[in-house]
């Protein structure tokens, strides 16, 4: 599988997000600037965390509109696989690829700690290979993570199995305590219907390394390798 990884002003996680790609997961990688429009063969186009263009206006809405979102757009459309992932995350629903938004946390507060998720739908090449009985311990590093959606939009991602993940404790439950930014129903990641965009606020490509003592995020990137 070749990877698309893009950098757009700002992005900060992209040589994360190759590092792990490359190096401990032994794949091809294609590194994308926001400029281009050619994603050159790429398989799975990544978007990674970071702050593009500064997270003016607000974050993901001046990304949504650079040259390579419109090459993105038409991949996921014809079936293509996208992540994206913290600032990625927010740029697809900027974008329409995913429903909903990312607002300011509900501290108001940048909040850079270790969670634990939850798998929710366990229906998509990125959460096939996890373990739905465990946490795993991931990252996060935002400022507005807070996802929000209408009623009727999160009856429709509740109805389609699309929530990928929750937060959590260490064993699991779910409640306002687990919740670090006041996100709907502890949600950190979704899907579309069709099922091959992905968006999370967490960074398994943080704990992906031995050398950081956390390869929960490791699991991952197997998953995605074993079932796209």
């Known amino acids: 599988m070749k990877f698309g990884v893009v950098t757009f002003p700002g992005s900060n996680c992209d040589a994360d997000m190759i590092y792990v790609l490359e190096t401990i997961m032994g794949q091809k990688v294609e590194p994308l600037w926001h400029k281009d429009r050619d994603l050159k063969g790429s398989d799975l186009i990544v978007l990674p965390g970071g702050f593009s263009y500064g997270d003016y206006l607000r974050s993901g809405a001046i990304a949504k509109l650079s040259p390579i979102m419109e090459e993105v757009i038409k991949h996921a459309n014809s079936g293509g696989y996208v992540m994206g992932i913290c600032n990625g995350f927010q740029i697809l629903t900027e974008s329409g690829l995913l429903d909903g938004a990312l607002l300011h946390n509900n501290t108001q507060k940048f909040i850079s700690k270790n969670v634990y998720l939850k798998v929710g739908s366990s229906n998509t090449a990125l959460t096939k290979g996890l373990d739905a009985s465990k946490s795993y311990k991931i990252p996060i590093a935002h400022g507005e993570g807070r996802f929000y959606v209408q009623n009727d939009g999160l009856k429709k991602l509740q109805d389609n199995d699309q929530i990928l993940f929750q937060y959590s404790n260490e064993n699991g439950e779910i409640n306002d305590t687990t919740n670090p930014n006041g996100s709907l129903l502890n949600i950190a ?4 219907e069709k099922r091959n965009v992905f968006g999370m ?12 003592n956390n390869t929960d995020g490791k699991a991952f990137f197997e998953s995605l390798l074993k079932f796209c």
Not at 189 to 192: A, K, L, Q, Y
Not at 204 to 211: K, L, T
Request: hydrophobic share 30%; with cysteine; proline share 12%.
């Open 201 to 212: 606020m967490p960074h398994p490509e943080r704990a992906a390394d031995s050398d950081l």
């Open 189 to 192: 990641g979704i899907c579309n």
